[in-house]
C-alpha cells in the first residue's frame, strides 16, 4: 500500500539559508499533519491542514510557514534557518473516512550549519 | 498544555520475557495510539483504541484504554530482537486534530 513520501530525506542548511520540505500524503487522505522532533525527544505538532485550509496551528515559529496544495501535497517552508532547527521533520496523513488516524512518512533530517 | 507522562523511560529485557508501559495524561482524550520509531525513521503506528475501556490486540501486542480516558498501557509479549525501537503513545483530542506524544519508552533486547 503508497505510504507518506517525503522528501528530500536529507537536507543540509547554512545558518540563515531557506528550506522546502516536501509531502505527499497516502492517495484520497485529506489532511496533512507536520511535526518536528528533537535528537532524544517525541514529536511535536507544528501545523495541519484539512482540504487545502489550515485547520490547526501548534508551536511553528513566525519564520516557518506552510500550505497544501490542490492535489492535497504540502510543503513546509523554513527562512531565516538557525541552529536550533536541525531536527527531524515528519509528515502525517489521515482520513475522515478512517477514523482520521495519522499515518506517519520516514521524515526530513534538516542540519542546520 | 497537554502534557503525557509515559514511563518507563527505557528498559533492557531478555529475548522472551514480556514488556510493559505505560502513559498518564493530566487530560481526557478521546484517541489513543501506540507508535514504534526505529532510528532515523517515522513513527509505525501498532494499536489504536478508540473507547474507554477497550482492550485491543495485534499479535503479541495488546493495549488498553483507560477508563477514566486519562491513560492507556502497552504489553509486549514474549519479545523478540526485533522488538527493539523506541514506543511511543499518542493522545488526540478532537478525531482529526493534532497528535500529543508521550517521551518514548526505549525498549532493548538482549538475545
Known amino acids: 500500500a503508497a505510504g507518506v513520501i517525503q522528501s528530500p530525506r536529507h537536507l543540509i542548511k547554512e545558518k540563515r539559508e531557506t528550506a522546502t520540505l516536501k509531502c505527499y500524503p497516502i492517495p484520497r487522505h485529506d489532511t496533512v499533519y507536520w511535526y518536528q522532533q528533537g535528537p532524544g525527544q517525541d514529536p511535536q505538532f507544528l501545523i495541519s491542514?484539512?482540504?487545502?485550509?489550515?485547520?490547526d496551528k501548534g508551536s511553528i515559529p513566525d519564520r516557518f510557514s506552510a500550505q497544501q496544495f490542490s492535489d492535497y501535497h504540502s510543503e513546509l517552508n523554513m527562512s531565516s534557518l538557525e541552529l536550533g532547527d536541525s531536527a527531524l521533520y515528519f509528515c502525517?496523513?489521515?482520513?475522515?473516512?478512517?477514523?482520521?488516524?495519522?499515518?506517519f512518512g520516514a521524515g526530513t533530517r534538516l542540519s542546520v550549519l | 498544555g497537554q502534557q503525557l507522562n509515559q514511563s518507563p523511560q527505557s528498559m533492557f529485557i531478555q529475548e522472551g520475557e514480556d514488556v510493559s508501559m505505560n502513559c498518564t495524561s493530566s487530560?481526557?482524550?478521546?484517541?489513543w495510539l501506540w507508535y514504534k520509531q526505529d532510528p532515523g525513521e517515522g513513527p509505525v503506528l501498532l494499536i489504536a483504541?478508540?473507547?474507554?475501556?477497550e482492550l485491543t490486540s495485534n499479535g503479541r501486542l495488546t493495549a488498553q484504554f483507560g477508563i477514566t480516558r486519562k491513560d492507556s498501557f502497552l504489553n509486549i509479549s514474549a519479545s523478540i530482537p526485533s522488538d527493539v525501537g523506541i514506543y511511543f503513545c499518542a493522545g488526540q483530542g478532537i478525531s482529526g486534530s493534532r497528535l500529543t506524544f508521550g517521551e518514548g519508552t526505549q525498549l532493548t533486547v538482549n538475545p
Open positions: 487530560s481526557i482524550f478521546n484517541t
Open positions: 483504541l478508540y473507547k474507554a475501556g
Open positions: 491542514f484539512y482540504e487545502k485550509m489550515q485547520s
Open positions: 502525517a496523513s489521515s482520513s475522515r473516512r478512517a477514523k482520521n488516524i495519522q499515518y
